[in-house]
């Protein structure tokens, strides 16, 4: 049974930094696609980032052009584990995160794939204070 977990969300002041965590288990990723998505409220779903992996090495990667030079995906094969660091958080960053997995690469082939992810985590709230 696969179970995606993330962790870090929290309030942060504008311009500050945090780092999300999504732990996978019952899933070997070294094959797959990982995203991150936000959902703020009366908005839509935004996917923010994702990585690809193709037999333990990087694939692609994308990034939403809101987030980039600000956000970074990566991973750590070793603790099953992919992250999201923000930083120069602006109060529109303020989401729900959610993170997503799927058994193949195909999904990250932009970040707007998000019906293609079979496995997704709870969410966490960031908040950012002007």
């Known amino acids: 049974q696969v179970q995606v977990v993330e962790s870090g969300g929290g309030l942060v002041q504008s311009g500050g930094s945090l780092k999300l965590s999504c732990t996978v288990s019952?899933?070997?990723?070294?094959?797959?696609?990982r995203a991150w998505f936000r959902q703020a409220p009366g908005k839509e779903r935004e996917g923010v980032a994702c990585l690809s992996e193709r037999d333990g090495r990087d694939g692609t990667t994308f990034y939403v052009d809101s987030v980039k030079g600000r956000f970074a995906i990566f991973r750590d094969n070793a603790k099953n584990t992919f992250y999201l660091q923000m930083a120069n958080l602006e109060p529109d960053d303020a989401a729900v995160y959610y993170c997503a997995v799927d058994h193949s690469p195909w999904p990250c082939r932009d970040t707007s794939f998000a019906d293609d992810y079979d496995y997704w985590g709870q969410g966490t709230q960031v908040n950012v204070s002007s």
């Open positions: 019952g899933f070997i990723l070294d094959y797959s696609a």
